[in-house]
């Protein structure tokens, strides 16, 4: 008879434990990613507005000398 050898549950997760690990790697790595372009946006945009206002108030400094 060929009877194939009893692999319990727990041996069968040690065979792919290779493919959980290299997915929280993975998780991770996009994680850090995703906060990167979130600041990275944000500071974006502050400059934006702080550019935005001061050629507001240089606009208005104009008016005022003409």
């Known amino acids: 008879m060929d009877e194939k050898p009893y692999v319990p549950p727990a ?9 959980t690990v290299s997915h929280m790697i993975l998780i991770a790595i996009l994680a850090a990613g995703a906060i990167t372009i979130l600041w990275w946006g944000n500071r974006l945009r502050r400059q934006r507005k702080q550019a935005r206002e001061e050629a507001e108030r240089a606009a208005e400094e104009r008016e005022a000398e003409n």
């Open 11 to 19: 041996g069968i997760a040690e065979t792919f434990a290779w493919v």
